[in-house]
């Protein structure tokens, strides 16, 4: 198989990914302690993980401040760059607002905290790099419902096949939507600018 037709098939089961998990946060929706729907999906939760600068973060340290969540990893040849680009463009609109942004590794057997941090430093300063071990990152992919899966490359080379979604969460952590940055910065910061 040549490469572009390599490239073909990895962005068409992203985008497979990125609709079956889009799917599942549209139809699974939050429970009250009635039992009765919210009509919100339950996505998220707490994580322990460690930050680009070393420092061990929880999901409480970004508490108070709407919060976008991207998942990907360093070695990402287009979406997660061009992702945290449409990001860091978002931010520059708000340049004073407290928000949040964090990319969070599919990828920890690569994406040390010292890889993240080189990485990061083409993007916004306030997008903050999440990595750890296996045990650490397993049940935060599970808790926001993201795809991934590794595809072998040549030689030691891989990638990683992975959902798109860039969640929108509130100042006390829950979910709010799947955040869209097929739009002009200045339309998405309005919107994150809503939710301070």
Avoid: W
Wanted: charged share 20%.
């Amino acid at each position: 198989m040549n490469r572009s037709a390599r490239f073909v098939l990895s962005a068409l089961i992203v985008l497979l990914g990125a609709a079956l998990v889009l799917g599942a946060v549209l139809l699974t929706p939050k429970q009250n302690p009635n039992g009765t729907s919210s009509g919100i999906p339950l996505i998220g939760g707490p994580f322990k993980l460690t930050a680009q600068d070393g420092r061990v973060v929880t999901d409480a340290d970004f508490k108070g401040a709407p919060m976008l969540v991207f998942f990907g990893y360093t070695h990402c040849p287009d979406v997660c760059p061009t992702t945290l680009f449409d990001i860091s463009q978002v931010l520059a609109k708000l340049p004073n607002a407290k928000v949040a942004a964090l990319f969070i590794t599919l990828d920890p057997e690569r994406d040390t905290p010292a890889m993240m941090k080189e990485y990061l430093s083409n993007f916004d300063p306030r997008i903050t790099g999440l990595s750890g071990d296996r045990a650490a990152l397993d049940p935060v992919l599970k808790a926001y419902r993201v795809y991934s899966r590794k595809v072998a490359g040549t030689g030691a080379d891989y990638t990683m096949d992975h959902s798109a979604i860039v969640y929108l969460m509130d100042k006390q952590g829950q979910f709010v939507a799947a955040f869209n940055l097929d739009r002009k910065p200045e339309d998405s910061a309005e919107q994150l600018k809503s939710y301070l």
